[in-house]
């Protein structure tokens, strides 16, 4: 049986809205935002083995979790759907933190797979961070010669647009990947707690799109994150949210403390970015809880910035209002 | 079958149209790319002004943000960088820009009038002003631009080859390379090169004493006298400043103030008034004020240029409220350019932009009346 054939065995759809926006205009405008935003959190036991992944339970999680967002059993129509050959696909990684604390390369390979099987050149899909320095430190090779292969490099690489972009309380350089390279964006966060913004999801990931994020951390980062994420040049472009939750952090981050750290063993799916956000603050509020550590609020630093994006449009941060649709395999 | 031509990494780049320049600011100057050093990124000499904390945390004690900065992470200003539970500076002899100015460009009026300063920048800073002139250097991290190679003794040679009897950290904000700027000025003194420091004055009571002992002059831009001005255009806070500026008068440091007045958010009445009153209670009635006018910049560009008349109600504010030597910069030409005797109203020095036309001070003194008039003349 192969993995397609094994996820139309075992799909089980819960029941819930459809939506399925096309290709080049894959984020709802405010307006149309959906009431319901559904969020897929998929977990497996089976993923990990004692020194690392299984690719193939990874590529099962991937499958099951495009299938259940998008209400189908052909999850390979969906990549199709939602990237096409005149597609550049930038992945957008989280590197900071080393390669436990960091997007996993072996997900990101996943992606990148998906991407291809969808008829993306591979020249055509950059994996991407700040310096090229974060993306070796977590186990990503640097291309940006051989244009036959996947490329990879940080904005260190690439330089920043000369435009300033300005929105809201927001105003900053962004990198010529996102501004001229990509037609469209995957942006794959990790599931972690930030000492000074609460947690570090999808939205804040963008931080590591623009050249001053560290003067966007006042206030536990309330409004800037949201403000950033808003703008058309970023929003427009993400076609898709996919949180690395393979190993995940519940206090001490962005740094990678392995005493407060747990092996997941999932990932988050959205298209979404603000509904991603609401719930993957929920997981770690429940972590803290059942650890003994105080709520984000309680330890100064709720990250009001989701919020405050549910509260401005940008999308759905109400937790009632969001499709939470839990898979669990092994 | 055609043979496929290899193209290094510059020449891929350039073909995406995606190499960047040095960074470029009005007045200063930008390194041509080909006269530059490779880029240093993992230069790194430990700060000077830091706690270290559990967990590999450090707490900076440079300015009063005071950021407690997680490993791998920088503080607010973005020069600065925990690695492995130590807090670096990454801009120590790494300056972005230097230029030779008339140190009235400071502008300082009461030191060494008609003189030049080498002047020099690192990035980074430690405000947001959402006006700033040179936020194209100020706003922006070191890896994001082409540095220079400059150390202490090097920047003290060039200076004199310069014949500039003045080094000048300005720009951007040197409180943010605070280390560099203290080994710098102490090499200076030690070559009888004096240092001054163009600030705004966001800086703690320690190493703002440290620096003292090595600077000659500092000029503090004291940017509204209201802390809702300080936290939503600016992104500090004022109470630190005017500390600072106590503190500086108590160390007999000679200290200059500029007020940049932006049009409807620091031009009223009331807030040119508290300011010469809390300058002459707590600074006395001699410290020179300098009036700029605002030009649209950065994420400020909704707004005119400061009208000259505002510039002109401030300083008749200011000097009604007793103050003696208020200036208004950035109008060319203006008779507020030139310092005047407050005891005789004689000229004594002459001003046109940044040119000295006359300087009539004679050993510090008014050459009508005697008087005496603070500053650093020789």
Not at chain 1, 301 to 321: H, V
């Amino acid at each position: 049986m192969n993995r397609r054939q094994f996820i139309r065995q075992s799909f089980i759809i819960g029941a819930g809205f459809s939506f399925l926006p096309s290709a080049g205009n894959m984020f709802p405008t405010v307006s149309a935002l959906p009431t319901k935003s559904r969020v897929v959190q998929i977990t497996n036991s089976l993923v990990r083995y004692r020194h690392g992944f299984h690719r193939a339970q990874i590529e099962k999680m991937l499958d099951d979790g495009i299938a259940a967002l998008y209400d189908t059993e052909e999850p390979g129509k969906i990549w199709r759907q939602l990237f096409s050959k005149k597609d550049t696909v930038g992945i957008k990684v989280n590197c900071l933190s080393g390669e436990r604390g960091s997007s996993h390369k072996i997900l990101v390979e996943a992606i990148a797979e998906n991407l291809q099987q969808a008829g993306v050149k591979p020249k055509n899909i950059i994996i991407w961070d700040r310096l090229n320095e974060d993306l070796e430190n977590a186990g990503f090779r640097i291309n940006i010669e051989n244009k036959n292969k996947i490329r990879c490099f940080g904005n260190d690489a690439v330089a920043y647009d000369n435009r300033l972009y300005l929105n809201g309380s927001v105003g900053s350089l962004i990198t010529r990947t996102v501004t001229r390279l990509c037609t469209a964006l995957i942006n794959v966060p990790v599931l972690k707690d930030h000492g000074i913004v609460g947690v570090t999801l999808s939205m804040k990931n963008f931080f590591g799109a623009i050249h001053n994020p560290n003067k966007y951390h006042l206030n536990n980062g309330n409004p800037y994150v949201a403000d950033l994420y808003e703008m058309d040049i970023i929003r427009r472009k993400v076609r898709l949210t996919i949180c690395d939750a393979l190993d995940a952090q519940y206090e001490g981050g962005p740094p990678f403390k392995p005493q407060w750290s747990w092996q997941m063993n999932g990932m988050l799916m959205a298209l979404d970015a603000v509904a991603l956000d609401r719930v993957g603050w929920q997981i770690i509020e429940e972590r803290r809880a059942k650890e003994g550590f105080p709520s984000l609020k309680k330890a100064g630093r709720e990250p009001a910035y989701i919020l405050t994006a549910g509260r401005k449009g940008i999308g759905q941060a109400d937790l009632s209002r969001i499709d939470w649709l839990k898979r669990e395999f092994g | 079958m055609a043979e496929k031509k290899q193209i290094n990494r510059r020449e891929f780049l350039e073909s995406c149209g995606i190499l960047t320049g040095a960074a470029i600011i009005s007045g200063a100057t930008p390194f041509a790319a080909s006269s530059l050093p490779a880029k240093d990124e993992k230069h790194r000499v430990e700060a000077r002004w830091y706690e270290k904390q559990p967990h590999k945390k450090v707490k900076c004690k440079l300015c009063p943000r005071e950021c407690v900065v997680d490993d791998r992470e920088r503080g607010y200003c973005g020069v600065r960088e925990n690695w492995n539970g130590v807090y670096y500076t990454l801009v120590h002899s790494r300056p972005c820009t230097y230029h030779i100015d008339p140190i009235e460009k400071k502008p300082l009026f009461h030191f060494l009038p008609g003189t030049i300063a080498y002047s020099l920048a690192t990035v980074g800073c430690n405000v947001d002003c959402k006006f700033c002139q040179n936020w194209q250097i100020s706003q922006i991290r070191p890896e994001q631009v082409d540095n220079l190679n400059l150390p202490p003794e090097k920047v003290v040679r060039e200076a004199r080859r310069a014949g500039a009897p003045t080094i000048a950290y300005t720009y951007t904000e040197p409180v943010i390379f605070s280390e560099y700027m203290l080994d710098t000025a102490a090499a200076g003194r030690k070559a009888g090169v004096k240092s001054v420091m163009i600030s705004n004055g966001y800086i703690q009571a320690e190493p703002m004493t440290d620096l003292c002992q090595v600077l000659d002059a500092v000029k503090i831009d004291l940017k509204a006298i209201t802390e809702k001005f300080y936290r939503e255009v600016v992104a500090g806070e004022l109470k630190p400043v005017l500390d600072t500026l106590v503190l500086l008068r108590k160390l007999k440091m000679w200290t200059e103030i500029v007020y940049l007045v932006v049009p409807t958010l620091n031009d009223s009445d009331a807030e040119f008034r508290n300011l010469a009153r809390w300058i002459r209670t707590n600074l006395g009635k001699d410290v020179p004020l300098h009036f700029s006018r605002f030009y649209p910049q950065y994420k400020l560009q909704n707004l005119p240029p400061t009208p000259v008349k505002t510039l002109e109600r401030a300083h008749d504010i200011c000097q009604a409220e007793g103050l003696h030597y208020v200036y208004i910069g950035n109008v060319p030409g203006h008779r507020a350019e030139s310092t005047y005797c407050p005891y005789c109203s004689e000229v004594l020095i002459r001003r046109r932009g940044y040119l000295i036309l006359e300087n009539r001070i004679v050993d510090g003194k008014c050459p009508n009346c005697q008087a005496t008039i603070p500053g650093i003349w020789h």
